[in-house]
C-alpha cells in the first residue's frame, strides 16, 4: 500500500481508522497494555523476519554442500530452539501466527 498524503490525519485514518474521534482530530490509543504488544507485536516480527532468512541461508548452504553433518546438525537445532521461543512469546504477547506476517509489497507475504 503506498500512502500519499500530506494530512497527518488522514495517514493515521490509514494506519488505523479507530484512533480517529472526530473529523479533522487525530487521537492516538496510550493504552499501556496496547503499547506493550504493539511494541511486542514489532519485535517479534522482526525477529521472525530475521528467522526465516537464517532458515533460508542455512538450506542454500546445505544445498551446496559447504557444511558438514556437525554443522548442519547444530544450524538445526539452533533453527528449531529459535522457532519454539518465538512460539512461546508470540504466545505471552497474544499474537496469532498472521499478526507476524509482513506484507513485502512486491516479493509478497513473509511466509
Not at 23 to 48: F, H, I, M, W
Not at 89 to 110: C, Q, V, W, Y
Amino acid at each position: 500500500m503506498t500512502v500519499e498524503s500530506e494530512s497527518m490525519t488522514e495517514f493515521a485514518r490509514i494506519l488505523n481508522p479507530e484512533c480517529i474521534d472526530t473529523p479533522g482530530r487525530a487521537r492516538l490509543n496510550l493504552d499501556p497494555e496496547s503499547v506493550k504488544n504493539g511494541l511486542g507485536q514489532l519485535v517479534l516480527t522482526l525477529v521472525k523476519l530475521l528467522h526465516e532468512l537464517l532458515e533460508r541461508q542455512a538450506l542454500r548452504r546445505i544445498d551446496a554442500g559447504s557444511l558438514t553433518e556437525d554443522e548442519i546438525e547444530r544450524i538445526g537445532l539452533t533453527l528449531m530452539r529459535q522457532a519454539e521461543e518465538i512460539q512461546r512469546l508470540r504466545a505471552l504477547f497474544h499474537l496469532a501466527e498472521e499478526d507476524l506476517n509482513l506484507d513485502l509489497g512486491p516479493l509478497g507475504r513473509l511466509f
